[in-house]
């Protein structure tokens, strides 16, 4: 079955530096790769996926990649902002029935002032 | 329209007893995942659910753990003889389920379970 791995488990940056989180994935049929961000004491909620057949996806201070042939997809965040300090999961699809998603372990961002 | 619903959103329990947390999804989705979360870890995954059917049940900690789907809709999960390493948030996920979209999961506020 699919094996998703992140890194890194833990970033800090500087206040409207950037950051980058990294997934790797292994089922090369995995075609749906999601993020979501989890605030502390809430839910999981999408900020951004992308299908297979793009490279890349873009919203406001938000992007991901995706590398089919190295099997990775990252999630880059622009002029980080306090409120960007979240668990950050991604998580990779194949569109089958019987198929599950299967998330990365998550990566917690702080963003400092 | 209306989200995830989970209930109850605490729920504290002696060790040793039996417990039902509940799940109703969007209207419409036909995919159900139940995940299970400790204080600042990640998101481990119990049981997944297409329609009444659990594809992939491997998540299930133990025998202690059980989950049902009915009609399609609300699912319970339930926990036997509820044991301390139990305690945890209880998240329910939802999704359309559809084998050829993209398969967002909207998830629950979650129940925070919490064994004595």
């Known amino acids: 079955g699919e094996n998703v791995e992140q890194h890194p488990s833990t970033l800090s940056v500087q206040e409207g530096d950037s950051a980058v989180i990294k997934c790797t994935y292994s089922?090369?049929?995995?075609?749906?790769f999601p993020w979501y961000k989890q605030e502390l004491g809430k839910r999981p909620q999408l900020i951004i996926d992308i299908r297979s057949n793009v490279g890349e996806k873009k919203d406001q201070r938000i992007a991901v990649t995706l590398n089919k042939t190295a099997k990775h997809f990252s999630l880059h965040i622009t002029e980080t902002q306090p409120e960007d300090s979240a668990v950050y999961f991604c998580a990779a699809r194949r569109a089958v029935w019987s198929e599950k998603s299967v998330f990365g372990p998550g990566t917690r961002l702080s963003v400092l002032p | 329209g209306a989200g995830v619903s989970q209930s109850p959103s605490n729920k504290v329990t002696e060790k040793g007893k039996d417990v039902e947390l509940r799940c109703d999804p969007i209207s419409g989705h036909t995919a159900l995942y139940w995940y299970r979360q400790s204080l600042g870890q990640g998101l481990e995954f119990l049981i997944y659910?297409?329609?009444?059917?659990?594809?992939?049940k491997s998540g299930l900690p133990s025998d202690r753990f059980s989950a049902e789907r009915t009609g399609g809709s609300v699912s319970t999960l339930t926990i036997q003889r509820t044991q301390q390493e139990d305690s945890a948030v209880y998240l329910c996920a939802s999704s359309l389920g559809l084998a050829v979209s993209a398969d967002t999961q909207y998830f629950g506020p979650g129940t925070r379970l919490t064994v004595l």
């Open positions: 659910f297409q329609g009444n059917s659990a594809p992939d």
């Open positions: 089922d090369s049929a995995s075609n749906y």
